[in-house]
């Protein structure tokens, strides 16, 4: 099968068009032929070789990443987290899904989606897809979708609260702002100018410029404060947090690691970082909320396979409006 693979850290060209062994499921696995998969920020960061100074992570939890991800070259040659497309054969235990199923899936560090075939777990990530979207649509759902839930369902998000998403435009925060609004949150999106806009067309109340406008000194107060790439800290956000506010992070790095432990002891304001929901249920539930119209997935730009390393420098480029998504015949 085709696939786009690397063999060296470094810039998009590394990415390169090669065959290689097509998978075949085991007993609990199902083949699913990708039909678009997307452009994340993990791909982005693994295939830079994981830089210590992006991640910034406690070596417990650095060095089990880089083992996987491989020191000098890399050891997971094929990028691509989450993929839609369609269940070609199943093996003999599964009952999930059957050939034909449409389905999309998110893969977490395992990734594989940059290829015309991956096998999954069927009690893995992987759930039917959506009626009312197309496998592009589809592919770039999963991560941000789960990855904001997890983080919202941690804080019990309730209706009324504010919310300020700090990195609104990205994979995870263009998912957090259509969550919080669908429970009824008020939004506060931040972002780069160029994509202020596209925040605000995913429903959020206000939007921030990062560049021009610093959200911890404009008097605002929150319930929860959602930091995606951790630009803020504790400390600064501390004012901008109501009474019992909640400062949330995707990210895992040394300083809120300590500040979750420790407000966790002291303290009406907390600090919560948490990993990826793994129950394919709650997959299930996002498919439910694209169909009932109540979740967007906006797409930017697709490229085709064979010019995955294009997709990845227009991924990095700034420009994007929406995701980049990695398309397969
Ligand atoms: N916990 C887990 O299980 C898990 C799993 C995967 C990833 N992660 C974490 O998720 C994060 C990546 O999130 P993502 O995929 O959403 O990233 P992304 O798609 O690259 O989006 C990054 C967002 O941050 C914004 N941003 C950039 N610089 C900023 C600044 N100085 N101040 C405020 N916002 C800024 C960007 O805005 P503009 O583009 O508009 O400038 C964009 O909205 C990483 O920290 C990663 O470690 C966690």
């Not at 839609?84 to 050939?99: I, N, Q, S, Y």
């Not at 690691?257 to 929901?277: E, P, Y």
Request: with cysteine.
């Amino acid at each position: 099968m085709k696939a786009i693979v690397y063999n060296h850290f470094g810039p998009a060209d590394v990415l390169q068009l090669e065959e290689v062994e097509k998978p075949v499921p085991k007993d609990d696995e199902v083949l699913i032929r990708v039909h678009a998969a997307a452009v994340d920020y993990g791909d982005i960061l693994a295939r830079k070789g994981l830089p210590l100074s992006e991640f910034w992570m406690p070596l417990p939890l650095w060095l089990p990443s880089r083992m996987f991800f491989g020191f000098t070259k890399p050891r997971v040659k094929i990028l691509g987290a989450e993929l839609a497309g369609e269940v070609e054969t199943v093996g003999k235990g599964v009952k999930r899904f059957k050939p034909g199923d449409q389905v999309f899936a998110y893969l977490g560090q395992s990734m594989g989606g940059y290829a015309e075939y991956r096998c999954v777990p069927e009690n893995g990530m992987v759930a039917l897809k959506p009626v009312n979207i197309t496998c592009e649509e589809a592919a770039v759902v999963p991560y941000g979708a789960i990855m904001a839930l997890t983080m919202f369902r941690k804080v019990n998000l309730q209706p009324g609260q504010k919310v300020l998403i700090n990195g609104a435009s990205g994979g995870i925060g263009s998912a957090a702002v259509q969550l919080a609004k669908f429970f009824g949150a008020e939004v506060s999106g931040v972002c780069g100018a160029p994509r202020l806009e596209y925040v605000k067309f995913l429903g959020a109340d206000r939007v921030i410029d990062y560049t021009i406008e610093d959200f911890t000194r404009n008097g605002e107060t929150y319930d929860v404060i959602f930091d995606i790439l951790g630009k803020s800290s504790f400390s600064r956000c501390v004012n901008s947090l109501k009474q019992n506010g909640i400062y949330l992070l995707a990210s895992f790095k040394m300083k809120p690691l300590f500040q979750m432990l420790w407000t966790k002891l002291a303290g009406d304001k907390k600090v919560i970082c948490a990993l990826a929901s793994e129950n394919p249920e709650d997959l299930d539930f996002i498919r439910e909320l694209i169909e009932a119209g109540k979740f967007k997935s906006i797409i930017d730009r697709c490229f085709p396979l064979e010019q995955a390393a294009e997709a990845h420098r227009y991924a990095e480029s700034g420009a994007r409006r929406g995701k980049v998504v990695i398309t397969l015949e």
